[in-house]
């Protein structure tokens, strides 16, 4: 199965948020800062360098299959 390069970022983001913030959907697919925009810690730089290790993971992961 191919992934696209969006469908990889979104999973980035989620896997980063998970693990950095123990933020995670609700059974609807609602995230806490769902509501029209990102919290605080989605907008830090922190946050940001941590998509991008998880973004190079994955790829990394992808290729290897």
Excluded: T, W
């Amino acid at each position: 199965m191919e992934m696209n390069d969006k469908l990889i970022k979104r999973i980035a983001v989620d896997n980063a948020r998970e693990a950095l913030f123990g933020c995670r959907p609700n059974c609807f697919g609602n995230m806490p800062c769902d509501n029209g925009r990102l919290c605080d810690n989605c907008n830090s730089d922190y946050f940001q360098k941590a998509v991008e290790d998880e973004y190079s993971k994955l790829i990394k992961r992808i290729n290897r299959e």
